[in-house]
C-alpha cells in the first residue's frame, strides 16, 4: 500500500553539477543503480506517480541529478544511471565526478537507496557504490528489483546472497526484494525513507 504522503512528489529541478542543486539544507534521500535495473520505474511505484521520473527504454538516459520535492524540507534525488550508457567517456567521466562530489559533499543526504536487478546482483560498479559509501559513512537501502522476474525460491536465494555478502562488507547496509510491475516491497521502502527523511508515519 502506497503512503500517501509519497504522492506529493513534485519534479524540483535538474541539476549538471553541485553548485546547481537546491540549498543544501533539510532531508534528502538519493537513487541511484546500474542504467538498466528499473531505477526510475522504481521511484514511480514509491511515489504512485507514473510520470514523475522519466524512463526510457534506452537505459542510462538520465543525465542530470533530478530534485524532486516531498515538502519544503524533504527531496528525493534520482541520479545519472551508471554503467552501462552509451557515452562518450568524456562525459561519463563528467557524470562520475558529479555523482561523487554530490554523494561526498552533501550535507543533506541522509541515505542512498540502491537498485540493483535481483538476477543479476553485485555486479562490479554495485560493490564499488557500496564500498564508496561505506567509506564516506553513507548508508544504503538496497531495493532488488524486478523481482518479479524470479520464481519465489530463485528471488529469496538471491536475496540471502546478497544480505550474506553485506555482512563481510563494512558499512552500514541493508536489504529487501521489489517489483515495480507487481507493486512488492513499496511498503518497506517506504518504512525506510521515512527513517531517513525523519518523518513519522502518519
Known amino acids: ?26 532531508y534528502e534521500v538519493a537513487f541511484a543503480g546500474r542504467s538498466n535495473a528499473g531505477k526510475s520505474s522504481a521511484i514511480n511505484v514509491i511515489c504512485d506517480h507514473r510520470g514523475l521520473a522519466k524512463t526510457s527504454k534506452t537505459p542510462g538516459r538520465t543525465q542530470l541529478i533530478n530534485f524532486f520535492a516531498l515538502d519544503d524540507e524533504r527531496r528525493l534525488v534520482d541520479l545519472p544511471g551508471y554503467g552501462y550508457a552509451r557515452v562518450s567517456v568524456s562525459i561519463k567521466k563528467d557524470w562520475q565526478g558529479n555523482l561523487a562530489n554530490y554523494l561526498e559533499k552533501r550535507q543533506c543526504l541522509k541515505g542512498l537507496v540502491l537498485m540493483m536487478d535481483v538476477r543479476h546482483p553485485l555486479k562490479d560498479f554495485d560493490v564499488q557504490m557500496l564500498e ?10 538496497i531495493l532488488l528489483t524486478k523481482a518479479d522476474k524470479l520464481k519465489r525460491g ?11 555478502a553485506l555482512e563481510d562488507m563494512q558499512g552500514e547496509f541493508s536489504v529487501q526484494l521489489f517489483s515495480s510491475l507487481k507493486k512488492t516491497g513499496v511498503e518497506e521502502a517506504h518504512h525506510k525513507l521515512n527513517q531517513w527523511l525523519n518523518r513519522e508515519k502518519p
Open 132 to 141: 564508496w559509501a561505506a567509506h564516506i559513512h553513507l548508508p544504503v537501502h
Open 154 to 164: 530463485a528471488a529469496s536465494a538471491s536475496y540471502q546472497k546478497v544480505r550474506k
Open 1 to 26: 500500500m502506497t503512503d500517501n504522503y509519497y504522492r506529493q512528489a513534485r519534479f524540483l529541478t535538474s541539476a549538471a553539477k553541485l553548485s546547481q542543486c537546491p540549498p543544501d539544507e533539510g
